[in-house]
């Protein structure tokens, strides 16, 4: 997964002039991952990856914006997923719950932001179910769509954060 990322943001992130040879993209995109996953501040970055730190917060902004750029996500929310929640099999209940890990489940989605905060929890979705199944039928995309969770309108940021590049917000896409 790191080599596809690479292949598509190196023509973002590649800056060698005659003069001298630029840091690469690779270490580039590793620093900026290290930064994401684990919230290191820079003076961490700079000494596990030996890079100077006023560099890492030069290019860290460019990254960020490389993705913008290539995946078009300006406004995201958090990362939302589901886990299924092994079960007995209810009563009369044929496969509805028996899922693709053959077992029967219900599933529980949540909604996390950059700092493994829960914004939402949904418990009760069927276990045959797929998470793009629940989230079509959930609570979440009906506010979404409605605009009462008070998410703020899209901004044109020119340095994106971390937070910006963990989930694009449906409610982009319903505009």
């Not at 993209?25 to 501040?41: D, I, Q």
């Not at 969770?149 to 971390?162: E, F, M, R, V």
């Given at each position: 997964?790191?080599?596809?990322?690479?292949?598509?943001?190196?023509?973002?992130?590649?800056?060698?002039?005659?003069?001298?040879?630029?840091?690469?993209?690779?270490?580039?995109?590793?620093?900026?991952?290290?930064?994401?996953?684990?919230?290191?501040?820079?003076?961490?970055?700079?000494?596990?990856?030996?890079?100077?730190?006023?560099?890492?917060?030069?290019?860290?902004?460019?990254?960020?914006?490389?993705?913008?750029?290539?995946?078009?996500?300006?406004?995201?929310?958090?990362?939302?997923?589901?886990?299924?929640?092994?079960?007995?099999?209810?009563?009369?209940?044929?496969?509805?719950?028996?899922?693709?890990?053959?077992?029967?489940?219900?599933?529980?989605?949540?909604?996390?932001?950059?700092?493994?905060?829960?914004?939402?929890?949904?418990?009760?979705?069927?276990?045959?179910?797929?998470?793009?199944?629940?989230?079509?039928?959930?609570?979440?995309?009906?506010?979404?769509?409605?605009?009462?969770?008070?998410?703020?309108?899209?901004?044109?940021?020119?340095?994106p954060t971390a937070e910006d590049l963990q989930l694009q917000a449906?409610?982009?896409?319903?505009?």
């Amino acid at each position: 997964m790191f080599d596809d990322l690479l292949v598509r943001l190196t023509p973002h992130l590649q800056k060698d002039t005659h003069y001298r040879k630029a840091i690469p993209p690779g270490l580039k995109l590793s620093v900026f991952l290290r930064h994401l996953a684990t919230g290191a501040t820079y003076a961490e970055l700079s000494y596990n990856f030996r890079v100077g730190k006023e560099t890492i917060q030069k290019f860290v902004p460019d990254v960020a914006r490389a993705i913008v750029d290539e995946w078009n996500l300006p406004h995201c929310l958090g990362a939302y997923d589901g886990k299924h929640i092994r079960i007995k099999k209810p009563n009369k209940s044929g496969s509805l719950y028996f899922n693709y890990k053959q077992f029967f489940s219900v599933v529980l989605m949540a909604l996390v932001d950059s700092k493994y905060h829960f914004l939402l929890i949904d418990v009760g979705g069927v276990g045959h179910q797929s998470d793009a199944q629940i989230y079509n039928n959930s609570e979440l995309k009906e506010c979404i769509e409605a605009g009462t969770l008070g998410i703020p309108d899209p901004t044109s940021n020119k340095h994106p954060t971390a937070e910006d590049l963990q989930l694009q917000a449906e409610k982009d896409k319903s505009r």
